[in-house]
């Protein structure tokens, strides 16, 4: 199976300051049609998740442009420019290339 | 809008069955294949299987291969998961998700396994 491995597991951010998360999975994710299937999810506490990105950097609507995606082989990231309250909850990345789906293990971010 | 209610969630004995169900609306059903993600109490995300559009093809993870079986009814617009040989690893809240690429999902359906 591939591992989805995420970085950090949990962050502390001040409001309106910068944010990182890694995400690396132990195979390559581009598929055979050329696209690489990595997408990225936001559950905020008690809700359901929410995609935020497909195939590595295709923002879905409604999603801030304070996010971005990016990455490319087995090396992926999710940014946030300036850190809103509305952006706590859990952020996980999931390749959609291999069989089975994997997720990776979560990324907590809270408001310092 | 898109819409997807899961149902069928409850509390059950270990080794015993229950039937999940995914009503979708808001898209042409038919056209989307369907998955099913859950996710342990506390714990991460974790996915279960995907059926294709017309349902030929099915996946599965290997932790419920052979006692789940994942089917839809494209004239009723409906995903369902059929859960056997329940354990206590399997309690969950199960999510009805769209699409290969999983772009909405159901507000969950609970599943407890307890004796």
């Known amino acids: 199976d591939v591992v989805m491995t995420q970085s950090p597991l949990s962050l502390s951010v001040t409001l309106g300051q910068p944010a990182s998360i890694s995400c690396r999975s132990s195979?390559?994710?581009?598929?055979?049609?050329?696209?690489?299937?990595l997408n990225w999810f936001h559950q905020r506490p008690g809700q359901s998740p929410r995609r935020l990105f497909y195939r590595v950097s295709n923002r879905d609507s409604g999603v801030p442009d304070r996010f971005s995606g990016s990455g490319s082989g087995t090396d992926f990231t999710l940014k946030i420019s300036r850190v809103e309250a509305e952006d706590i909850g859990v952020y996980y990345c999931?390749?959609?290339?291999?069989?089975?789906?994997?997720f990776g293990q979560g990324t907590k971010v809270e408001i310092k | 809008q898109v819409q997807l209610v899961e149902s069928g969630g409850g509390v059950v004995q270990p080794g015993t069955s229950l039937r999940l169900s995914c009503a979708a609306s808001g898209f042409t059903f038919s056209t989307c294949a369907m998955q099913w993600v859950r996710q342990a109490p506390g714990k991460g995300l974790d996915w279960v299987a995907t059926?294709?559009?017309?349902?030929?093809?099915?996946f599965y993870a290997d932790s419920v291969k052979g006692r789940f079986t994942i089917s839809r009814d494209n004239s009723e617009d409906t995903l369902y998961l059929q859960m056997n040989s329940l354990r206590g690893e399997d309690m969950a809240v199960y999510y009805c998700v769209r699409e290969w690429e999983l772009s909405t999902w159901g507000q969950g359906t609970l599943v407890t396994v307890s004796s």
């Open positions: 999931m390749q959609g290339t291999h069989w089975p789906r994997t």
């Open positions: 195979q390559g994710l581009v598929f055979r049609d050329g696209n690489t299937y």
């Open positions: 059926i294709s559009k017309s349902g030929s093809d099915k």
